[in-house]
């Protein structure tokens, strides 16, 4: 299993919105590319000096597959993230495998 993490630090003033923004658009059309597997959307919880910070998991079975998103899906729907929140975000991604679970 591949973890495809993106964390996202929003301004406070647009984060509720946002936050709407995501959970009813943005990851529905991720999930929609049936790609993934499930996701878990989190908040950091240390203060930040600037704005609210999130992590975005989302668990997918190959690298294959994930290389897959990355070329076809990706660049549209990050696309759209950037346009809508133009300079009011700061978003890095990191890849993980899963060694362990229980």
């Not at 696309?79 to 975000?89: I, P, T």
Request: proline letters at 4%; charged letters at 25%; hydrophobic letters at 40%.
């Amino acid at each position: 299993m591949i973890i495809y993490n993106v964390t996202v630090n929003i301004e406070e003033q647009v984060e509720a919105e946002w936050k709407d923004w995501m959970l009813t658009i943005h990851i529905p059309d991720v999930m929609k590319t049936g790609f993934f597997a499930g996701y878990k959307f989190c908040r950091l919880l240390q203060d930040e000096p600037q704005g609210v910070t999130y992590a975005i998991q989302y668990f997918c079975p190959s690298m294959d597959s994930l290389n897959e998103y990355l070329a076809n899906y990706a660049p549209d729907l990050q696309s759209q993230h950037s346009e809508r929140y133009r300079n009011r975000f700061v978003a890095f991604r990191t890849l993980l495998r899963v060694e362990d679970q229980k």
